[in-house]
Structures are given as structure tokens and as C-alpha cells.
């Protein structure tokens, strides 16, 4: 059995307080066990599981969690686990508005993001976590953020729900060679067992190719700000064709009933479109280029990167355009094209060992003293020195 946690207004004031008083304390330099005691003091009158140590974890996970949530951040809490598995504000309300009908059960709800969002946008909403701590960091965040959801701890397998979708975004190991539904908890396979007859909404590892996921459905991949960020599988009504692809913020989208354009190999001209690696690993390259009328060839592709030659510039976020501006054919060379070209700073986009990374860009700046920004490609042993569009 599953029991609702319960958490009032008083309480997430007074964590709230102790959280944003750690916080300060970091920013002046102050050390954990100086910050402990000062925070220990204002939770005296908490009547939740949370201590000084959560409130300063909080803490130093708010000061980075910007990126992630915006200002929503200055009003969450989390756990390292919890904070490293949540799910970005842009993407939960994306997912929360393509389930706006439906009574939704998150049945591993974790710290509660997504779950949040799905209290905002959908007809119901309601989250099981089997973590006692991440339930109440789930409760806390629901009721910081005004979500009209309700957070049970417990585990999914035990838990009785008439929501018509059962969302699951299970946990996964760190790191794996190959990630499989065997490694999930809780495993999707055994929860599509559990709720016969529903319908399912499965966050799964984004690295998993289409041809991988064995579950009958949509496969929609998430690029978020040209990376790719999170795989979704639709079953049911919620299933609209068998791959898609979605570029978050902008929402423009690409799917397998997009007409296809048989893409060849060709030359470098003077425009390239690098193409989110998304649209590549969902295997809509071609539907992309047939959906935007797109005059392309390929001019390099490996496991990362894929570049086109263009004749034109078609709006899309899924692209991101740059002109040729000179070619070089050694290293060498590329240094004085770079003064040539005017060049100051240089990006490289090239396959580059990271910890070589900035001496290779160091080098290659040394002499420069121009003005301008510029990217640069290798392309069949070639420099290709570009400016972006
Ligand atoms: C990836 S996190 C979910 C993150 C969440 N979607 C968010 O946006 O914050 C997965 C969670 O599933 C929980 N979990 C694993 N097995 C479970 C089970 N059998 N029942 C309920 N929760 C479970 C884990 O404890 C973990 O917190």
C-alpha cells in the first residue's frame, strides 16, 4: 500500500527559510560545518523530515540549478539523485501539455518535476515514489511550487490508481555499455503488466536507437537547445506515428510520416548545415530534409556530427547554418587562413580529445588579431573555417 504525504504551507516557509539562509552562507565562503548549526537553529520548529544537512544539500543544488529550471529553482528541493535525474522545466511542461487531458499517475515520481507539471497542465495528476526521503522532497516541491498533485510513498508495484495514463520515468544506472529495459526501475515491461489496459507514457534512456525499443508506440526524442536530451514512448491513443522527433523551445517537429528526400553524398560549397544529432539518431534526417524542401548533400558524417552542403537557408531549429570562409589543408596553413580571415576566437567542431581541447585552440590563436568570432570543421582531412549564420 501506498501512503499520500502529507506536507503544509508552515513547513516548506520554514525549510524554505533554512535552505535560502545555507545559500547565502555559501555564496560569503562560509564552510559546511559553520553553515550547520546557523541552519539547524531555524528548522528547530520543522515538523518534516528534513534536516540541516538536506537544507544545505538544497542549498548548493539551488545555486546551480538555474540552467535547469530558471527562476522556478529559487523554490525547489532536492537531493543530488533526485536533482541529477529531474526532469528540465522546459521538457516537463512540453510532456505535461501532450498528456493536458488525461488523469495521469506518475507511478516514480522522484523529486516530483515532472510530476509538478503534470499538476499544472493535466485533468488529474498524482506521483508514487518508493524513496521515503525523494517522496517528501516530491510533496515539498509540489506544494512550494502550488501544483495541484498529490505524492504517495510507495512502490509502484503496490500502488492502485484509476488514472487512464501511467507515466513512468525509471531509474537507470549511471553509466552502461548498452542501455536496455533490463536495467530500468521499475522496469517498464513489468509496470505494463501491473496496469493492463492503460495507457503508457515511458521516459526511456535517449541513447536507445527506434529499432531498440521492442514496446509497441511512439518513439519521440527531445533535443533540448540542439542536444539530445530525452527519449518518450507513447502507447495507445497518445501514439501518433512510430518516430518523432521534437526541438525544445521551439517545438518545431519531424516524424516518420514526413515524406522522405533520398539524401546523397556531395561536395563543400559555401554554406554548411549542421544538423541536430537528434533528427540523425531517430533516423528523420531524410524526413527533415524532405519536410523542409531542403537542396542537400552530405559532406561528413561520424557517430557525433553531421554536416551538409546547402545550396539555401530553411528556417529550422534542427539546423544551425555557417559560411564557408576559407579551407586549408594542414595545420599550418589553417594559422595564417585564420589571420586572413580576420579571425579572433576559434570554436573547434572536430573530433578532439577534451584534455587537448584548449592547447590546440590556444595554438591556433596565438597570432590572431582580428575581430571576428569563427568555427572550424575538419571535413575529409580539410580545415574548413566557417562563421555561423
Ligand atoms: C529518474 S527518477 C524520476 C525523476 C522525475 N521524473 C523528475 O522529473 O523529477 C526515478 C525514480 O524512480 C524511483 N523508483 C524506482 N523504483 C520504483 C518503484 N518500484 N516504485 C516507485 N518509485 C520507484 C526512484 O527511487 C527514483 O527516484
Not at 487531458?101 to 498524482?126: H, I, P
Amino acid at each position: 500500500m501506498a501512503e499520500v504525504v502529507e506536507v503544509n504551507v508552515k513547513d516548506i516557509e520554514i525549510a524554505n527559510n533554512a535552505v535560502k539562509l545555507a545559500q547565502e552562507m555559501v555564496k560569503r565562503g562560509y564552510q559546511a560545518k559553520q553553515i550547520m548549526p546557523k541552519v539547524k537553529k531555524v528548522l528547530k520548529k520543522i515538523n518534516l523530515p528534513f534536516s540541516a544537512k538536506d537544507a544545505y544539500v538544497a542549498a548548493r543544488i539551488r545555486l546551480k540549478a538555474r540552467d535547469k529550471f530558471g527562476p522556478l529553482a529559487e523554490k525547489l528541493f532536492f537531493d543530488e539523485s533526485g536533482y541529477r535525474y529531474s526532469t528540465p522545466s522546459i521538457i516537463a511542461d512540453y510532456r505535461a501539455k501532450r498528456l493536458k487531458d488525461y488523469y495521469v499517475a506518475d507511478v516514480s515520481c522522484g523529486a516530483g518535476m515532472q510530476l509538478a507539471f503534470f499538476g499544472f497542465r493535466c485533468k488529474r495528476a498524482e506521483g508514487v515514489e518508493i524513496n521515503k526521503k525523494r517522496a517528501f522532497l516530491a510533496a515539498m516541491n509540489i506544494v512550494s511550487l502550488n501544483s495541484n498533485s498529490t505524492v504517495y510513498w510507495g512502490d509502484a508495484f503496490k500502488f492502485e490508481t484509476s488514472a487512464e495514463v501511467i507515466f513512468s520515468d525509471p531509474a537507470r544506472p549511471e553509466s552502461e555499455k548498452f542501455r536496455s529495459f533490463s536495467t530500468l526501475q521499475p522496469n517498464p515491461i513489468n509496470i505494463m503488466k501491473k496496469f493492463e489496459g492503460k495507457i503508457f507514457v515511458f521516459e526511456l534512456p535517449p541513447q536507445m536507437p527506434p529499432e531498440r525499443v521492442t514496446i509497441k508506440g511512439e518513439k519521440e526524442y527531445t533535443s533540448l537547445n540542439f542536444k539530445l536530451n530525452r527519449l518518450a514512448l507513447y502507447t495507445g491513443n497518445l501514439s501518433t506515428c512510430n518516430v518523432s522527433a521534437i526541438s525544445l523551445p521551439s517545438c518545431e517537429r519531424v516524424t516518420d510520416l514526413d515524406e522522405r528526400a533520398k539524401l546523397e553524398k556531395g561536395e563543400l560549397k559555401d554554406l554548411i548545415a549542421e544538423v541536430d544529432r537528434t533528427v540523425v539518431h531517430s533516423n528523420l534526417l531524410e524526413n527533415l530534409v524532405g519536410k523542409l524542401g531542403l537542396d542537400a548533400k552530405i559532406v561528413y558524417m561520424d557517430g557525433r556530427r553531421t554536416l551538409l552542403s546547402v545550396n539555401e537557408l530553411k528556417n529550422s531549429a534542427f539546423l544551425r547554418y555557417y559560411r564557408v570562409l576559407s579551407i586549408a589543408k594542414s595545420f599550418s596553413e589553417c594559422k595564417e587562413k585564420l589571420k586572413e580571415v580576420g579571425a579572433k576566437k576559434v570554436t573547434l567542431r572536430f573530433e578532439i580529445p577534451p584534455d587537448k581541447y584548449w592547447s590546440v585552440r590556444k595554438e591556433l590563436e596565438k597570432e590572431l588579431n582580428g575581430e571576428k568570432r569563427v568555427d572550424l570543421f575538419k571535413i575529409n582531412e580539410k580545415f574548413v573555417i566557417c562563421s555561423k549564420l
